[in-house]
Structure formats: C-alpha cells, structure tokens
C-alpha cells in the first residue's frame, strides 16, 4: 500500500473510495473523513448502516446529532432513540382508525368526544368528525 492509496496511515486525499478509504469526502467499507458514505462510516457527517460521527443518518447512529432506526447521542431521532432530546413523531389518536365500532367508542370516550364516524370499509374512527 502506498501513502497515496487514501487508507488509515495515509496523507487524506480530497476524494477516496475503497476499503477504509480516508479522505475528505470517504466513500466504501469503513470510510473516515470529514464526509462519509459507507457500511461503517466514521466521519464529521456520516451517512451508512452503522455510523459514527459528530451528525449521522444511519439504520445505528451513534453521533451528537443522530437520525434512524436506533440511534445513540445528545439529539437524536428515530423509533429507537437514546438521547438527551429526543425528536419523535407524536400521534393524535383522534386521527388513529379501528377495526371495530366498539372500539372507537371507547376511544371517543376517553378523548372527551362524542360518537364515532366510518373510514373505509373495514375501519371506525373516534369523534363523529375530524378535528378542525
């Protein structure tokens, strides 16, 4: 391997690819630079399946700023996220359908609203309508 291949040991180059490949911008196995794209990548944004760095987008982010699947650090988004801020969708269950009459009447119930109203053929939902 030489010192201008763009691996761990190496000067960075602007552009690298392969396996560990380091660079500005990384792209391959396990890329390292300031931009990665990669499996595992680790780099400043780092954009792959499991990441590592300062923010990432990754199925596992482990990162200060993490978005996917589970993700670990001090802002994170996901269905499985471990942070100090955590961003998730919230779901307004006067919006959430059930497969059965009695069921959305109970939901009405506890929501404060009054009947329930069809959606589709096969589901109900809480409230006689839609919140405004």
């Given amino acids: ?34 931009i990665c794209i990669g499996v595992v990548p680790m780099g400043v944004v780092s954009i792959g399946v499991v990441a590592m760095g300062v923010i990432n987008a990754a199925v596992v982010g482990m990162g200060l700023v993490a978005v996917g699947v589970n993700t670990m650090g ?13 961003i998730r969708s919230t779901t307004n269950p006067r919006y959430l359908a059930y497969p059965s009459r009695e069921q959305a009447e109970e939901q009405a119930k506890k929501l404060g609203c009054l009947g329930v109203h069809r959606m589709g053929d096969r589901y109900w939902m809480p409230c006689d309508e839609h919140p405004r």
């Fill in 1 to 34: 391997m030489t010192a201008e291949s763009g691996h761990c040991g190496s000067k960075p180059k602007r552009i690298a690819v392969g396996v560990a490949p380091l660079g500005t911008i990384s792209i391959g196995i396990v890329p390292m630079g300031v």
């Fill in 74 to 86: 001090v802002i994170t988004a996901g269905p499985m996220s471990m942070g100090l801020i955590q």
